[in-house]
């Protein structure tokens, strides 16, 4: 079988994540994607543990990449750079939006030396706006997009950080649409284009509860509440973690529904049948206890928990730590974690590219590269130069200091 991108030329600017996994999922896809890193290496070199040199947050982010590590402080530099995207297809970046430009790599100046082109540009705040200059990092977003609010109103907590970098991934996801996109009407038009996404706006759009809280105020700028905040009750988790006799087990619904369900199929009761006057506090509390009873005490252990949650047509999910994520059947199944190569002679677990086509590829095709490990190698075959033409950039490659 063929890889969809086969033939597509990346040069891949970016650092940490956002860019990073956004070439990467290119790179799983077939395209020859090229990470250019300052001799100094992407940050993200030092994260996580190190095998080979290599730790483990740039290996999942930059597998099956090639590697140059070049000075764009250096005039030769931008002259390696600006001769490799003459010859690109793709061009990936995340600098603060005015950096390519006072490198000489702003996409106008590079459509005249390629036309064709396509230049995928992501930031935090987007170009052109008060907040362009601002450094954005994934918990900033969450911070300002309500996401960190909206988690500790749920939890009733202080506010925390999210525990995924949710903005970043959200940002390459929408950018690699974008691309896609670019790519498909470069065909028709035979123009490249120049896709800048904002990590603000990628998380606005996929926050599913969004129009909730755009909603809750009127053109006047009153308030509107729920009918559950005109009762003055909390806002309900729409899911929850359930203590059970198969551990720890997250069900879908709030537990009112849950409740509906083990009341009517299951013959749970909360003993309140006689009561009078009971007051929805005590009902709770009540309907609680006894679905904590079920799901501890009636049923005996986990298959008996699973067989009642699937004949209520309760979606269910182990509570599960990421290092055992390989156990889940699926998981196994489909491949999703695989061993490549460690560049130390053995094999190291990654997880996998996630498109299963029928009649094309999509796989992790090695590992992560060392920092400039190829630098010669990509100069001759993208570029066709002579060793002497190597030679006389090798400044470039050795130094972090202007001359």
């Not at 070199?45 to 982010?61: D, E, P």
């Not at 009127?218 to 308030?223: D, T």
């Not at 979606?315 to 059947?329: F, I, P, Y």
Request: proline share 3%.
């Amino acid at each position: 079988m063929s890889y969809p991108l086969t033939g597509l030329k990346v040069l891949d600017l970016s650092r940490v994540l956002a860019g990073p996994f956004a070439g990467r999922m290119l790179c799983d896809l077939g395209a020859d994607v090229v990470k250019l890193e300052p001799p100094e290496g992407d940050v993200s070199r030092h994260w996580g543990v190190k095998r080979s040199g290599i730790s483990g947050y740039y290996h999942q982010q930059n597998a099956g990449k090639r590697n140059i590590a070049v000075d764009l402080r250096h005039p030769k530099g931008v002259l390696i750079a600006k001769s490799l995207l003459a010859q690109a297809d793709v061009l990936i970046e995340n600098f603060r939006p005015d950096v390519m430009e006072r490198l000489g790599l702003d996409y106008d100046t590079l459509a005249e030396i390629n036309p064709r082109l396509i230049m995928l540009s992501i930031s935090g705040f987007g170009a052109n706006n008060a907040d362009s200059h601002r450094a954005a990092y994934a918990p900033i977003i969450h911070a300002e997009t309500g996401l960190i609010a909206r988690q500790a109103e749920l939890t009733d907590a202080f506010p925390t950080e999210l525990p995924l970098s949710v903005a970043d991934t959200n940002a390459a996801m929408h950018g690699l649409v974008g691309l896609l996109a670019a790519l498909y009407a470069r065909e028709q038009s035979g123009r490249g284009d120049h896709v800048e996404i904002s990590m603000i706006d990628a998380t606005v759009v996929t926050n599913d509860g969004m129009h909730y809280a755009l909603e809750k105020r009127k053109e006047s700028g009153k308030e509107q509440k729920s009918e559950r905040e005109k009762e003055g009750k909390k806002i309900a988790l729409a899911n929850e973690v359930h203590e059970t006799a198969g551990g720890l087990l997250m069900l879908a619904g709030e537990f009112r529904y849950v409740w509906k369900l083990l009341n009517s199929i299951c013959n749970v009761s909360d003993g309140l049948e006689e009561a009078q006057n009971t007051s929805l506090d005590e009902k709770i509390k009540a309907r609680r206890a006894a679905s904590k009873h079920f799901f501890t005490k009636t049923c005996r252990n986990r298959e008996e928990v699973i067989a009642a949650l699937d004949r209520m047509n309760i979606a269910w999910g182990d509570v599960r730590q990421a290092s055992d994520v390989q156990k889940l059947a699926s998981v196994e199944a489909r491949s999703s974690i695989v061993q490549v190569d460690d560049r130390a002679g053995g094999k190291r677990l990654i997880p996998s590219s996630p498109y299963k086509y029928k009649h094309l590829e999509s796989k992790v095709r090695a590992g992560a590269p060392h920092l400039g490990e190829h630098n010669e190698e990509v100069l001759k075959q993208w570029l066709g130069w002579s060793a002497e033409q190597i030679n006389s950039v090798q400044s470039a490659f050795l130094t972090t200091t202007r001359e």
